[in-house]
C-alpha cells in the first residue's frame, strides 16, 4: 500500500470517529480530569490566574495560525453575534476556570466533585428556558443516576454523608462557576456557522485578552508566581488537553446530539479523575470507585437512550 493510500486511510479513520459523539465526549472528560491532577501539581509551581491566562496564550500562538483565516473568513456571521460570543468566552472558558482554581485554595475535593455534578442537571434546565427543549423521563433518570455516582465518588461510598457537608465561600464560587460552563454549553447551540476548531479559535483569542485583568488584579493583590519548569509542564499540558483538544471535541459532541445530552458527560470527570490519581500519584483504587464508575456509565447509557418528547423544540 502507498504512502498516499495509508495517509487516506487514516484520515477517513479521523473522519469516522469525529461521528461518534460517545468517545468525542468521554475523551474529552479524560483531558479535563488530567486537569484537576495538573492543577494539583500547579500548586506553588505558578500563581492560578497566571496560568489561566498562559493557556490560553499558548492555545492562541498554536490555533490562529491554523485557524485565524478562517475567523477573519466568518467575520460577516461574527460580528452580529460578537457581544454575545465575548459573553461566552468570559463566562465558559476565562470565567470558569478562574474561578475553578480560586476555589480550588478554600473548599475541599469532596465538595468540589459533588458541585460540578450540578453542570447536567444545570444545562438541561438552562436549555429548557432558553430554548424550550424538554428532557424525556430517561434522561432525567440519566442525570440523577449519573450525579449519583459522583456522589459516590465525592463521598468515599458513603453518599449519606452528602447530608453533613456544609457549604463555604469555595463551595459557592465552584457554584457559580459550574453555572457559568452550563450557560455556554447551552449557548453553543447557537454559535455561528463555522466549524469548531475556527469558532473555538475566536474564543481562544477573547479568552487570552479577557484573562489580562485578572492577572493584573493578581499581581496587585497577592504577587504572581512565575512558572517554574514544572510549572511550565502543567500550562504545556493544561493548553494542549483540557483547553484545546477537549474544547475541539466538546464542541463537535454538542453539534452532534445537542447541549442537554452532551452535559451528562461531564459526570465523567470525577470517576476519571480518580483514576487517573491512582495511576498518576498512586492513590489508591477503592471498591466505591468501581461502583461510581458503573453508576456514572449506566446514566450516560440512560441518557443516551432519551429521546425528545413529543413536540420538543430542537
Not at 491532577?37 to 500547579?42: N, Q, Y
Not at 460580528?79 to 478562574?98: D, E, K, W
Not at 484545546?244 to 447541549?259: H, K, N, T
Not at 468501581?290 to 447509557?301: E, M
Request: glycine share 8%; aromatic share 8%; proline share 5%.
Amino acid at each position: 500500500m502507498s504512502r498516499s493510500a495509508q495517509m487516506a486511510g487514516a484520515v477517513h479513520a479521523v473522519a469516522r470517529l469525529y461521528q461518534w459523539p460517545g468517545l468525542l465526549l468521554a475523551l474529552t472528560a479524560i483531558f479535563w480530569s488530567g486537569n484537576s491532577v495538573a492543577g494539583r501539581l500547579a500548586v506553588g509551581q505558578v500563581s492560578p490566574l497566571l496560568l489561566v491566562f498562559l493557556r490560553w496564550v499558548l492555545v492562541l500562538a498554536v490555533m490562529w495560525p491554523l485557524y485565524g483565516r478562517q475567523v477573519r473568513e466568518h467575520w460577516p456571521q461574527i460580528r452580529p453575534q460578537l457581544l454575545r460570543i465575548v459573553l461566552m468566552a468570559m463566562l465558559g472558558l476565562t470565567g470558569f476556570n478562574a474561578l475553578y482554581y480560586v476555589a480550588a485554595h478554600t473548599t475541599t475535593a469532596v465538595n468540589i466533585g459533588i458541585l460540578q455534578g450540578s453542570v447536567p442537571v444545570i444545562v438541561l434546565v438552562a436549555a429548557f428556558l432558553t430554548h424550550g427543549t424538554r428532557a424525556t423521563l430517561v434522561q432525567i433518570a440519566g442525570v440523577l443516576v449519573t450525579a449519583l455516582g459522583v456522589i459516590v465518588v465525592a463521598t468515599q461510598g458513603m453518599p449519606l454523608e452528602i447530608l453533613h457537608i456544609d457549604l463555604n465561600r469555595g463551595d459557592l464560587i465552584i457554584l457559580i462557576a459550574c453555572v457559568l460552563y452550563a450557560l455556554y454549553t447551552v449557548a453553543l447551540r447557537d454559535r455561528p456557522r463555522m466549524s469548531g476548531a475556527a469558532f473555538f479559535t475566536l474564543l481562544a483569542l477573547i479568552s487570552a485578552i479577557t484573562s489580562v485583568p485578572l492577572v493584573l488584579a493578581e499581581a496587585y493583590v497577592s504577587g504572581l508566581s512565575l512558572p517554574t519548569w514544572q510549572g511550565w509542564l502543567v500550562i504545556l499540558y493544561v493548553a494542549i488537553f483540557p483547553s484545546c483538544l477537549a474544547q475541539i471535541l466538546f464542541l463537535r459532541g454538542v453539534d452532534l446530539i445537542g447541549p442537554g445530552r452532551a452535559g451528562v458527560f461531564v459526570n465523567l470527570v470525577p470517576v476519571f479523575s480518580a483514576i487517573l490519581a491512582v495511576a498518576l500519584i498512586s492513590e489508591p483504587f477503592a471498591p466505591f470507585h468501581a461502583v461510581a464508575l458503573a453508576l456514572v456509565i449506566g446514566g450516560i447509557w440512560l441518557a443516551e437512550r432519551g429521546r425528545a418528547a413529543p413536540g420538543a423544540k430542537g
